[in-house]
Nanobody, 119 residues
Framework: QVQLVESGGGLVQAGGSLRLSCAAS????????MNWYRQAPGKQRELVAV???????KYADSVKGRFTISRDNRKNTVYLQMNSLKPEDTAVYSC?????????????WGQGTQVTVSS
């Protein structure tokens, strides 16, 4: 059974920083893109950042210059470094990845981690 588990969320003051981690475990043959999403109450889930297997990245306009996505392929882990946090960054952050296993390739989601930014 493959699973993704996020960690690193919490309460932080505006202007502060947090680093989120998402580790994939199980019988993994390959991982393509790894993604971070976030969802606030009453809002649609939005894509925050993407990193390809080769390390190329994309960011939502709202986080460009403040957030950095990275990955460690040896650990099957993706990170999201969040700097200069704002109250509007408050949301549940979830990781997502297409993971190849013996039976095929599937889309997996973590359970999410709460990030709360106070003013």
């Amino acid at each position: 059974q493959v699973q993704l588990v996020e960690s690193g969320g919490g309460l932080v003051q505006a202007g502060g920083s947090l680093r989120l981690s998402c580790a994939a475990s199980g019988r993994i043959f390959s991982i393509r893109d790894m993604n971070w999403y976030r969802q606030a109450p009453g809002k649609q889930r939005e894509l925050v950042a993407v990193i390809s297997s080769s390390g190329r990245t994309k960011y939502a306009d709202s986080v460009k210059g403040r957030f950095t996505i990275s990955r460690d392929n040896r650990k099957n882990t993706v990170y999201l470094q969040m700097n200069s946090l704002k109250p509007e960054d408050t949301a549940v952050y979830s990781c997502n990845a297409e993971i190849g296993i013996l039976g095929g390739q599937y889309d997996y989601w973590g359970q999410g981690t709460q990030v709360t930014v106070s003013s």
